[in-house]
């Protein structure tokens, strides 16, 4: 069956630093990938979407890799910032735009 | 301006009833979903609309119902509820039923089976 796995441990990480997550997946072929931010009480807002075809994308302090011979995407938020804390979440989908989303890895980011 | 607004926030019920929870969005998107957020955070697709016609329907209980009387709402109607239903559901829209400028969430409905 597919399968979606992230970090289920929280990523503690220092102001200034480049936090970086890992998405997992197995027994999928994905054209797209997706990546969201979720704050406790609140909906996911969405933040990146990365085709299979495309190697890396970038959007301000943040960058997203997509291998799929890995079978793996990463997400980086360089130059973390407290507000950056949050749970980040990776959606995989495929062309008829059904996405499967990932349980998310909580971020917290320490002046 | 909330883009999707889903009503209420909280819900607390006992086993058995009926309820509804309803969404709207402005954004002008033609499909909307209904998503599932369970205790361990996993969110699961429920239902998608595009433009009032059904689009995806997983397999969930026939006791959940979506209806749309227009592209720019989605209501859930949830019958007979159990205490296994309890979680956040979401309601979302996007651009092109494909996902590539990414969902827009509402805020999410807590709900709690007693």
């Known amino acids: 069956s597919q399968k979606i796995e992230q970090n289920s441990e929280a990523l503690n990480i220092q102001e200034g630093k480049t936090a970086t997550l890992t998405c997992n997946y197995t027994?999928?072929?994905?054209?797209?990938l997706q990546w969201y931010r979720q704050d406790p009480g609140r909906g996911p807002v969405f933040l990146l979407l990365?085709?299979?075809?495309?190697k890396e994308k970038r959007k301000e302090r943040l960058k997203v890799t997509f291998d799929t011979t890995l079978k793996q995407s990463l997400f980086h938020i360089t130059a973390s910032q407290p507000a950056d804390s949050a749970t980040y979440l990776c959606?995989?989908?495929?062309?008829?735009?059904?996405?499967?989303f990932g349980a998310g890895t909580q971020v917290v980011v320490t002046p | 301006d909330t883009a999707v607004s889903q009503t209420p926030k909280y819900l607390v019920t006992q086993m058995g009833n009926d309820k509804s929870i309803k969404c709207e969005q402005n954004?002008?998107?033609?499909?909307m979903y209904w998503y599932k957020q369970d205790s361990k955070k996993f969110l699961k697709i429920m239902f998608s609309?595009?433009?009032?016609?059904?689009?995806i329907n997983e397999t969930v209980p026939n006791r959940f119902s979506p209806k749309s009387p227009d592209k720019a709402h989605l209501n859930l109607h949830i019958n007979s509820l159990e205490l296994g239903d309890s979680a956040v559901y979401f309601c979302?829209?996007?651009?092109?039923?494909?996902?590539?400028?990414?969902?827009?969430f509402g805020s999410g409905t807590r709900l709690t089976v007693v």
């Open positions: 979302a829209s996007s651009q092109d039923g494909q996902g590539n400028y990414g969902y827009t």
């Open positions: 027994n999928y072929s994905p054209a797209y």
């Open positions: 990365i085709r299979e075809n495309e």
């Open positions: 959606a995989l989908g495929g062309r008829r735009g059904k996405f499967q």
């Open positions: 954004l002008g998107h033609d499909t």
């Open positions: 609309y595009n433009n009032k016609e059904l689009i």
